[in-house]
């Protein structure tokens, strides 16, 4: 693969028993491809059947997941053809830098994912 190719975006089953709404949690998937710069505006979603095998929830769900993703602007769709990013969420690189050195750094005294998500739920009510 080529430098200039670009990475397909990667979604992920939905974890039913969260307590995050399914709809959600493909709405924060799609955002999250943005931000990492897998899907870049005029890119286009794979189709909804598509997404439903991926992410094994049904139609409806997705469906309303992209709603609310288009009354966000976050994307736009054309009937019959599907769905397009149409705007750009970014974070600053040095916050993504900052980012990657706490996880190292909580990788590096032993603390898990599940434990750090917790963590960082409560720092954020408290921030």
Known sequence: ??????????????????????????????????????????????????????????????????????????LSSEQGVGYFVTSNISIDDSVMEELSEFVRKIKNIGIDLYTTILIIEEVWKNG
């Open 1 to 74: 693969m080529d430098n200039t190719e670009k990475v397909r975006p990667k979604f992920k089953k939905i974890d039913k028993h969260s307590g995050i709404p399914a709809y959600v949690q493909v709405m924060n998937q799609v955002k999250t491809e943005i931000i990492l710069g897998r899907l870049a505006p005029g890119d286009q979603l794979p189709p909804v059947r598509e997404l439903e095998t991926m992410l094994d929830v049904n139609v409806n769900t997705i469906l309303k997941a992209l709603d609310k993703l288009k009354s966000e602007g976050i």
